[in-house]
């Protein structure tokens, strides 16, 4: 079992920036590709970034494409995504999400495991 927790979210303006967060219990953190999801009230839970288990490839939506970056740390088993210019459509609760087959992808079925999530408020 994957325990997965976030954190980092908050309220910023938008053009500012948040930092998240994302610590895993696996022991094999470093097998897993991670992926960032977000879910905005009364809308479906959306794909945002996800990275391979190495950091080496990386795949993001292209509504962030530009602004967020994804990245990981294995020696601290911990994800983060980097999140600059934010505007208010980018309020949701962030999800964090472990993939357990390595495979980088922006589709929901291949996660299996999910953190609580943490809620991104952008003001105009």
């Known amino acids: 079992q994957v325990q997965l927790v976030e954190s980092g979210g908050g309220l910023v303006q938008a053009g500012g920036s948040l930092r998240l967060s994302c610590a895993a219990s696996a022991r094999t953190f470093r097998t897993y590709a991670m992926g960032w999801f977000r879910q905005a009230p009364g809308k479906e839970r959306e794909f945002v970034a996800a990275i391979s288990g190495s950091g080496g490839s990386t795949y993001y939506a292209d509504s962030v494409k530009g602004r967020f970056t994804i990245s990981r740390d294995n020696a601290k088993n911990t994800v983060y995504l980097q999140m600059n210019s934010l505007k208010p459509e980018d309020t949701a609760v962030y999800y964090c999400?472990?993939?357990?087959?390595?495979?980088?992808?922006?589709?929901?079925?291949?996660?299996?495991?999910w953190g609580q999530g943490t809620q991104v408020t952008v003001s105009s």
């Open positions: 999400a472990a993939n357990p087959l390595g495979v980088v992808t922006g589709s929901r079925h291949g996660y299996n495991y």
